[in-house]
């Protein structure tokens, strides 16, 4: 029913469309099909079903809001690197468990700065709380490797 459904929400970090289709989010963004979204979960057990965490980590991955952790290799979802973020906000995560996972971008034209009316035409759904729909700082991106963490953004 919600499967092809791009929803405007306010996340942990800024305002977002998200669907399940990553390249419908590509599309009405203006962007290649192909470029990489950042899935997002609601509890970090959803994490543990997808990816295989090194030992090291979890503590950091576990305490790090607002962050974006790139798994690289094979996962249950693709076959290629993926950008996973845990949402710890609770009205976005609480959104989140509906489902098994969401693909997340920021609610703008490509390269654009936030745009409001851009985010609402965007949407199919509109997902609205009590913080209405704002922008702000996107989150931190490390990539994951079994020795190091290296920042992305």
């Known amino acids: 029913m919600f499967s092809d459904c791009v929803f405007l929400a306010q996340s942990d970090t800024t305002a977002g469309l998200l669907c399940l ?16 979204v950042i899935l997002t979960l609601g509890s970090f057990q959803k994490l543990k079903e997808l990816v295989r965490i090194p030992q090291k980590y979890k503590k950091i991955i576990r305490n790090s809001p607002k962050t974006t952790f790139i798994y690289r290799g094979k996962n249950r979802l693709v076959d290629h690197s993926l950008g996973i973020r845990v949402v710890r906000d609770s009205l976005h995560s609480e959104f989140l468990c509906f489902f098994p996972y969401l693909y997340s971008t920021s609610a703008n034209p490509h390269k654009q700065n936030f745009d409001l009316e851009f985010a609402l035409k965007s949407a199919d759904i509109w997902v609205i709380d009590k913080r209405g729909f ?20």
Not at 21 to 36: A, P, Y
Not at 139 to 151: A, T
């Open 21 to 36: 289709d990553f390249k419908r989010l590509n599309t009405k963004k203006g962007r290649q099909s192909s470029q990489k």
């Open 134 to 153: 704002t922008s702000s700082k996107a989150s931190r991106i490390f990539r994951v490797g079994n020795d190091n963490l290296r920042i992305v953004r």
